[in-house]
């Protein structure tokens, strides 16, 4: 019966140490450099791992997000650029397979998806399971742009609604104007949506989009 016990307590230690080891290594992950992100993700094999919290998950997938709008990102080779993809990718379906309504994984499948239909069922995912986080709204917004520019229209339902959630707050209107000046081409499809939104939050905007400009 002791030796039950003490092999169940071995056990249990193991355990609490591989989950303090994963949470470790994803919290100092992404408390890390836009550089030293890009080293990690491109190893081979990769040594970070999804931890098991929803925080530290978030915390990993919202890395993964800030290096993939790095310019350091974008000076690096095919093959490290390629690698940090896959590895995020791999990252954000591990945490499906243990919580396929992770959201938050789904927003980084949306935006490193290399197969537009891939892209496009993970944006509408991700809307499905968090329809009101501002984070995987900017996130969609951005990706969903670009994959109804190519013909993608399940995507059409969620941009307007990301938009629609987004102009009812200052910082989701600060972050739209933003997006409004930093793509020219965006801009006809992106009024015709802020146009459907009450006279208040349309002015609102306006304000922001002046003070972009400036």
């Known amino acids: 019966m002791k030796l039950l016990w003490y092999i ?24 890390s450099s836009d550089l030293e992100m890009i080293r990690t993700l491109s190893e081979t094999p990769a040594r970070l791992r999804v931890p098991l919290s929803v925080r530290a ?13 790095s310019l350091f990102l974008g000076i ?14 791999s990252l954000a379906d591990a ?30 995912a991700s809307w499905i399971t968090a329809p009101y986080d501002a ?23 969620v941009i307007a609604a990301d938009v629609a959630f987004m102009m009812q707050a200052h910082a989701g209107r ?10 020219p ?9 802020i146009e459907t939104r009450p006279g208040d939050e349309q002015t609102a905007f306006l304000s922001q989009v002046r003070r972009h400009a400036r």
């Open 174 to 183: 600060a972050w739209l104007a933003q997006f409004y000046w930093s793509d």
């Open 95 to 124: 945490a499906l397979t243990r919580s396929p309504t992770l959201s938050a994984a789904h927003a980084i499948k949306a935006l490193f998806a290399t197969d537009p239909h891939d892209a496009t069922r993970a944006v509408v």
């Open 57 to 69: 998950q978030r915390e990993v997938f919202e890395a993964c997000a800030t290096v993939q709008d």
């Open 135 to 157: 984070w995987e709204a900017r996130l969609r917004i951005l990706r969903g742009f670009a994959l109804r520019d190519m013909g993608f229209e399940d995507v059409t339902p």
């Open 185 to 193: 081409v965006i801009q006809p499809a992106l009024i015709s949506l």
């Open 76 to 89: 690096q080779s095919s093959e490290t650029r390629e690698k940090v993809t896959s590895n995020c990718i």
């Open 8 to 31: 169940s307590s071995l056990a249990i230690l193991a355990s609490v140490g591989v989950t303090f080891a994963r949470e470790y290594s994803a919290a100092q992950f992404a408390r």
